[in-house]
Antibody
Framework: QVQLQESGPGLVKPSETLSLTCTVS??????????WGWIRQAPGKGLEWVGT???????YYNPSLKSRVTITVETSKNQFSLRLTSVTAADTAVYYC???????????WGQGTLVTVSS | SYVLTQPPSVSVAPGKTARITCGGSNIGSKDVHWYQHRPGQAPVVVIS???DRPSGIPERFSGSNSGGTATLTISGVEGGDEADYYC???????????FGGGTKLTVL
């Protein structure tokens, strides 16, 4: 069974860049079996898709975040990463990584990591 | 952009049936997936591809997608079913994931 674990700073200053990594175990990113996604939930809000990447580097982004988001894969480390630039308090959220097979449902999820944007 | 509409809240007595709806333009042509999200936990997919129940999900959970609305049905509701529920599709027109706004299920 695939397992995912998010890691990265829990506190980011406004206008700076949020960077998170998702480490995958129990499966290989380079196998091509899955797409890999990031989803977030701001306090008191619903789930929001951030973006999805394939092992080849193909990416899909939420249009509302597209100008600030980059998702990359590092197959040698079996990881994929999220960068979100020019953050504001509105980017404060729990960020989840998840498998996204065939661009359908998200079936395996990480436990989530809270990122707070504050000075 | 594509929009999915869910009722903000649904309340049901234990043992009864809860129905959570998800509306969207021509939703019948899309694959709808449903998640249960309890506070402090990662979301769990309870229904995929409109009506498929993943391994480990109780038979009390079922889904349908017809008549312009997708519906998650929970039969014999238990206290442990109290959670937020989200519908989700992949919109191939714009190549993006869309989540509904979520429905808070309260067990009375």
């Amino acid at each position: 069974q695939v397992q995912l674990q998010e890691s990265g700073p829990g506190l980011v200053k406004p206008s700076e860049t949020l960077s998170l990594t998702c480490t995958v175990s129990g499966g290989s990113i380079s196998s091509g079996s899955y797409f890999w996604g990031w989803i977030r939930q701001a306090p008191g809000k619903g789930l929001e898709w951030v973006g999805t990447v394939y092992y080849s580097g193909t990416t899909y982004y939420n249009p509302s975040l597209k100008s600030r988001v980059t998702i990359t894969v590092e197959t040698s480390k079996n990881q994929f990463s999220l960068r979100l630039t020019s953050v504001t308090a509105a980017d404060t959220a729990v960020y989840y990584c998840a498998t996204h097979p065939r661009l359908a449902q998200f079936d395996y999820w990480g436990q989530g990591t809270l990122v707070t944007v504050s000075s | 952009s594509y929009v999915l509409t869910q009722p903000p809240s649904v309340s049901v007595a234990p043992g009864k049936t809860a129905r959570i709806t998800c509306g969207g333009s021509n939703i019948g042509s899309k694959d709808v997936h449903w998640y249960q999200h309890r506070p402090g936990q990662a979301p769990v997919v309870v229904i995929s591809y409109d009506s498929d129940r993943p391994s480990g999900i109780p038979e009390r959970f079922s889904g349908s997608n017809s008549g312009g609305t997708a519906t998650l049905t929970i039969s014999g509701v238990e206290g442990g079913d109290e959670a937020d529920y989200y519908c989700q599709v992949w919109d191939s027109t714009s190549d993006q994931v869309v989540f509904g706004g979520g429905t808070k299920l309260t067990v009375l």
